[in-house]
């Protein structure tokens, strides 16, 4: 099954070696989850600062900067993994360095039938 692992933590709570290493040792777990044939993608994001929400109401288009909602933790990236089940993608995600100061919310994927297979 696939399952989305979510990375949220307060941006302001990294310094930018934290960052760093971090990123490191997230691509060391990938390679890892490679070999284990459990690796589909994973990517951090840009600074909130550099997102804008989209909206649609009455059929207009509502643009705001920033992020979705206000919150203490922001959306700082993603792994899309597959495992067996709920306690192997939580395995995972304890492994995900970001955990020592976020939260990693973990979501199953729905499958739909019909999607183009290659995304890049």
């Not at 692992?5 to 040792?25: G, P």
């Not at 089940?85 to 039938?113: F, N």
Request: hydrophobic letters at 35%; proline letters at 4%; one cysteine or more.
């Amino acid at each position: 099954m696939k399952y989305l692992l979510l990375i949220y933590s307060d941006e302001t709570a990294w310094t930018e070696q934290e960052r760093e290493n971090c990123y490191v040792e997230s691509i060391q777990l990938t390679h890892h989850l490679q070999a284990q044939g459990q690796y589909l993608d994973a990517s951090p994001l840009h600074s909130v600062a550099t997102a804008t929400s989209v909206r649609v109401r009455d059929g207009k288009r509502l643009l705001t900067d920033g992020p979705f909602a206000e919150t203490y933790e922001q959306l700082g990236g993603y792994f899309l993994i597959n495992a067996k089940d709920l306690d192997a993608a939580i395995a995972i995600a304890e492994r995900i360095p970001t955990i020592r100061k976020g939260t990693i919310e973990i979501r199953p994927v729905v499958e739909l039938s019909g999607l183009p297979t290659d995304s890049y």
